[in-house]
């Protein structure tokens, strides 16, 4: 897994990227990570031996870390 920085904002708005593709946003809320990590606890397969990345989108072009 590949995070951009963590941040503490009550919300899931996250988008998940592929190795190999551009990397959307700078920061990510903490709840964002626990959803995805929640997800792929519960199906295993899910991004199995894959490199993926997510970031909140809405951050995108920042030109530091959303806070």
């Given at each position: 897994?590949?995070?951009?920085?963590?941040?503490?904002?009550?919300?899931?708005?996250?988008?998940?990227?592929?190795?190999?593709?551009?990397?959307?946003?700078?920061?990510?809320?903490?709840?964002?990570?626990?959803?995805?990590i929640?997800?792929?606890?519960n199906?295993?397969?899910?991004?199995?031996?894959?490199?993926?990345?997510?970031?909140?989108?809405?951050?995108?072009?920042?030109?530091?870390?959303?806070?």
């Open positions: 897994m590949r995070l951009a920085w963590l941040n503490d904002k009550n919300d899931t708005n996250y988008t998940v990227t592929q190795k190999g593709e551009e990397y959307i946003g700078v920061s990510v809320s903490r709840k964002s990570c626990a959803q995805v929640t997800k792929i606890i199906n295993p397969k899910k991004y199995s031996r894959e490199s993926i990345g997510f970031a909140d989108p809405t951050t995108q072009g920042s030109s530091r870390p959303v806070y």
